[in-house]
Structures are given as structure tokens and as C-alpha cells.
T-cell receptor, first 114, second 114 residues
Framework: EAEVAQSPRYKITEKSQAVAFWCDPI?????LYWYRQILGQGPELLVQ????????DSQLPKDRFSAERLKGVDSTLKIQPAELGDSAMYLC????????????FGPGTRLTVL | GENVEQHPSTLSVQEGDSAVIKCTYS??????FPWYKQELGKGPQLIID?????GEKKDQRIAVTLNKTAKHFSLHITETQPEDSAVYFC?????????????FGTGTRLTIIP
């Protein structure tokens, strides 16, 4: 069964450092999502791609976060500089069309900022 | 934007008994309501979903009901088993910047007591 791949699974960094997360969606899925999940809460959307285009980044802190999906396949989420409050699980999900079809989640990257 | 409330935050039931988790949403235009199960250290996995043109949907021991008038939907798990222990999230899909966006509840930690 096809799965969403993410790496690394865990990342520990010091504040003010740069971090990057990678996501490979299910093959053929046009829509890719990055979510942030703070411990004890539900996932919150950071950015949504349709193919290579950003369609929603309204909740992305653009002063420090950036995301790209250059060829409309895999994607990278970057934080620079990291802050203590960025400690969370970063989840990637993909769906076939983005139109109320199932979102499949990857295992996530657990980020700890010291 | 959409607001999803989920109750209870924790739930303990005896093995074999039923568990019910309830969610309410605010956007009357929402038309897709998935439920996700998240095990420790893993990403959320879809277990069942329902669309606004249906009042109830069942899949073996899991069922979901939707009341569009009252804007609430519920997850029902019957004959609970130890492997049902996990955190469950409800979500509602609404239109945001012309795109479908999932808003998640805060989660219910379900513990099945053997």
C-alpha cells in the first residue's frame, strides 16, 4: 500500500538554527499539505499545494517558515531561525485532487527546539 | 472560519463496551466529515468519513452519524478492543480561499480497559 514518506522522523535543534523537513506524497497525488500538531491538539494546516502552486499559506509564519514543491512531487518545509515555540510534530499529507477526498498522512517529524 | 469542538477529551471504557465521541462544527457550508485515529508516534489514519448528503454510515464496529441541522456528528465504536486505544480526531471540511480545508477537533484519548 502506498504511503506518504517523511524525513527525518525526529529532529533536535537549538533555537536560531535552521531546520528542514522533507515529504514525498503518494504517487499521483496532486495536493500536498503541511500541518503542525502541538502536543495535545489537532493538526493545524500550515500550507497547501496544488501541484507546484501554493493555494493556501494563510497560517504559515512567513517571516521564518518557507515551503516549496518545485516539481509538483516532493516538498520541503524550512524553518529559519527556529524558536522554542516551534517544538511540535510536523505532518505531511496528500490527497488525489484536494476536493473533499481522503487526506493520507505521513508519520510526521517530531521537532524539539532547545 | 470553521471551528470544531470535540468532547470528551479523555474516555475510558471497559473492553467490549461501546464508546461515543461527539463533535460540533460552526460552518453550515461544511460538507465532509472524516474521523482519524492516531496511535503514539504515528500520523493520523482515516477510519471513517461521512458526507453531508448522508445521515449515517457504518463500517463493521465503527459508525458515524451526522445531524446537519444541529451541526454535530458523532463516532460510535461498538465491542471495543484493546487495539482501539488511541487518540481520535474529528474534522470538518470547509471552503477557504476557494479550496477545501480540513479543521480538526482537539482530540479524544480513548483508553480500553481490559
Amino acid at each position: 500500500e502506498a504511503e506518504v514518506a517523511q524525513s527525518p522522523r525526529y529532529k533536535i535543534t537549538e533555537k536560531s538554527q535552521a531546520v528542514a523537513f522533507w515529504c514525498d506524497p503518494i504517487s499521483g497525488h496532486a495536493t500536498l499539505y503541511w500541518y503542525r500538531q502541538i502536543l495535545g491538539q489537532g493538526p493545524e494546516l500550515l500550507v497547501q499545494f496544488q501541484d507546484e502552486s501554493v493555494v493556501d499559506d494563510s497560517q504559515l509564519p512567513k517571516d521564518r517558515f518557507s515551503a516549496e514543491r518545485l516539481k509538483g512531487v516532493d516538498s520541503t518545509l524550512k524553518i529559519q531561525p527556529a524558536e522554542l515555540g516551534d517544538s511540535a510534530m510536523y505532518l505531511c499529507a496528500s490527497s488525489l485532487t484536494g476536493n473533499t477526498d481522503t487526506q493520507y498522512f505521513g508519520p510526521g517529524t517530531r521537532l524539539t527546539v532547545l | 472560519g470553521e471551528n470544531v469542538e470535540q468532547h470528551p477529551s479523555t474516555l475510558s471504557v471497559q473492553e467490549g463496551d461501546s464508546a461515543v465521541i461527539k463533535c460540533t462544527y460552526s460552518d453550515s457550508a461544511s460538507n465532509y466529515f472524516p474521523w482519524y485515529k492516531q496511535e503514539l508516534g504515528k500520523g493520523p489514519q482515516l477510519i471513517i468519513d461521512i458526507r453531508s448528503n448522508v445521515g449515517e454510515k457504518k463500517d463493521q464496529r465503527i459508525a458515524v452519524t451526522l445531524n446537519k441541522t444541529a451541526k454535530h456528528f458523532s463516532l460510535h465504536i461498538t465491542e471495543t478492543q484493546p487495539e482501539d486505544s488511541a487518540v481520535y480526531f474529528c474534522a470538518a471540511s470547509s471552503i477557504n480561499f476557494g479550496n477545501e480545508k480540513l479543521t480538526f477537533g482537539t482530540g479524544t484519548r480513548l483508553t480500553i480497559i481490559p
